[in-house]
């Protein structure tokens, strides 16, 4: 028995209203955005493809919790096949339209798409299930479940469930081969009993809420969270494709200097959502509110008053509610904009690609530009300002200690291959000029030609920028680009991996060309695989090494500190759960270590405990400011004389032939 198929006009009575529906809830959702240059952001698309095919397509961010990536992936494949076959495949058989797939395929047309629906729609409703069971049943505590939330997943539900039910009541009155529609075939045999007339009845009912539910569900996503249906992919294909480690540039002091005029439009930081540009604004609009980003801060793990997720979503909710209100104090505290140690990992986990760091430091811009910062963080810039070094101490020392290390300045031999660029900490901390020796000595072994700038030796400009002194960090930047073209600077040679990521990625925007930048990692990897230096005394000790946030994940360098480390004899590696981009704060960045703010526990002792539960002797570390934050650390927990921690450079110092 065959249906007269149901009537054309309430169909597109229904699929109209639910598409004008649609479109001016994107109207009203786009307008907020102020978009303007839409077509000039498009080219970061044709730049942007491998991310969007790998985490849009093929929800690889997603993927990384198996459970909820098999789940979304079910979702939003069998949504998207749902919504095609209903477009493409079911309307031309309601409604008898000769379109040119069904003249081409004929009854397989009919057959293969009845098969289509039927496997994907089933396995849409094990994802919209797997989904409900999380939320409601595991409730892990990064997920924030609302109404909202339920109604979605319900509605959802219900399309997957009528649309299968509709197929399995047709079955009990209109039963062709289990083959082209399995699932509804299961389904239909216990129902083989029920009279023609009620089957019929049921099957016509479910036709229509099944219906019914997918115009509203389409209608409804540009007032709800299935918004991230469009927004999530729009955000990920459009935005710009900057180094990870970069921060945005707002202004740039070279041109407000030429142009005093322009610096009445600098806006210092952002007061509100509305300073925002409107990519931005989209990318706060994107944000699906899934936790992933507090699952993995370390301000989360240390109890401090940050969660990202919560900044971001309060930016959100600011754009959608059309509130002007400035945002620190009222909607977002200021400890939790210091709280961030700008470790990134958040950035790398979100699905949605938002970047959560150039949020917070725009608020630091923003309370930099009001004078909202305490004695720490003005001493910090005062040192910066009066001094040229983070730690206030006289830039003569830099001088003595190139004598004491018997290194030569630039001043005195620039015909040199790499500027080997210090940094702060490595030039003044007792503790850390010991890492600047065993380098020097590497350096030294190697014939390696190089030199440093001594007494023009200044900060590199990474805290200033971190904590919001945009203007400073340009100025100090500006000063150091000079001195490298003044001195024919070809090649830099870092110690910090704050430094490194810097001068790599920050300075070029600012007119740094033509000039590499390495980390000593870099360098020294490449002189054993060349067998410049030989690692051959032997170290024997069990160790684990802590990548750094600025070198493993901000510059993918984590496979030459693990090569080097395979170099040298009687070293034992085990390898920590957090490691290479995955790497876990040790609480000392974005210009934490010159502050403090409200904790339960230090990040420095929860990235200890998670070393040290590893059962190794010895922590080794690529940075002096992770060196010295994990050795507060173990001095806290009282297993300073039972753990060592070191620099790369010192074991491989121990282990270089004939030292
Ligand atoms: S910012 Fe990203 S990771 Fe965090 S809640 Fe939003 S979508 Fe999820
Ligand atoms: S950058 Fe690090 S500390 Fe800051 S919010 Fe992201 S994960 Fe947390």
Known sequence: MDLAPPSPTIMYILATGSLVMFTYGFYIRVRVYGVSGFINQLKYFSRNYTRFLRDVLLQGRV?????????????????????FGKVVLGFPFLFNLNLPLVLIFKDSYFRYSSLIMD?????????????????????????????????????????????????????VFSPYSSIWSPIGSILSSPLATIPTN????????????????????????????????????????IQSDKPLGSLITPFLLSELLSNPEAMEKVRFGIGNVWDLDWPRRFMVDSCTNCGRCDEVCPAVASRRALKPRMIIQKLKKQLISGEAEALIGSVISEDEVWSCTTCGKCMITCPAWIGH????????????????????????LSNLAHSSNSLGMSQWDRQELAAKLNVKTIQESSNIEYLLWIGCLASYDSRAIKITESLINILKSANISFAVLGAEETCCGDPARRLGEESRFQEIALNNIELFKKYGVKK???????????????????????????????????????GAIKLSNPVNTVAVLHDPCYLARYNNIYSQP?????????????????????????????????????????ISVVRLEELTSLNVERVITECPFCLAMLEDAARIKGIDEKISICDLTELISKSLSGV
């Open 63 to 83: 993927l990384s919790d198996p459970y909820i990536g098999i789940s979304h992936l079910l979702i939003m494949y069998g949504f998207l096949i749902l919504l």
């Open 119 to 171: 496997i994907s729609g089933f396995l849409f409703i094990v994802g919209v299930c797997l989904a409900l069971i999380r939320r409601v049943v595991i409730k892990p505590w990064k997920l924030e479940t609302g109404l909202e939330d339920i109604i979605a997943l319900v509605a959802l539900l219900y399309l997957g469930l009528s649309g299968l039910l509709t197929e399995s009541f047709k079955l």
């Open 198 to 237: 009620i089957a019929v009845a049921l099957h016509t009912l479910f036709w229509w809420s099944h219906i019914l539910a997918a115009c509203i569900i389409v209608a409804a996503i540009p007032y709800s969270k299935l918004w991230h249906i469009l927004a999530v992919p729009g955000n990920v294909a």
């Open 357 to 380: 760091v150039d949020f917070i430091v725009d608020l630091r811009r923003w309370l930099v530009g009001n004078s909202r910062l305490d004695k720490k963080k003005s001493d910090l």
């Open 492 to 530: 830099v040679l870092t110690l910090c991996p704050h430094c490194y990521n810097t001068l790599k990625n920050e300075y070029p925007k600012l007119g740094l060309l033509n000039i590499e930048v390495y980390h000593y990692s870099e360098l020294i990897e490449n002189l054993i695989s060349h």
């Open 562 to 602: 693990r090569a080097i480390l395979k170099q040298i004899p009687g070293l034992k590696i085990r390898e920590a759960k957090n490691r290479k981009r995955k790497t876990f704060c040790c609480g000392g960045g974005g210009a934490n270590y010159w502050y403090e703010v409200p904790e339960e526990k230090r």
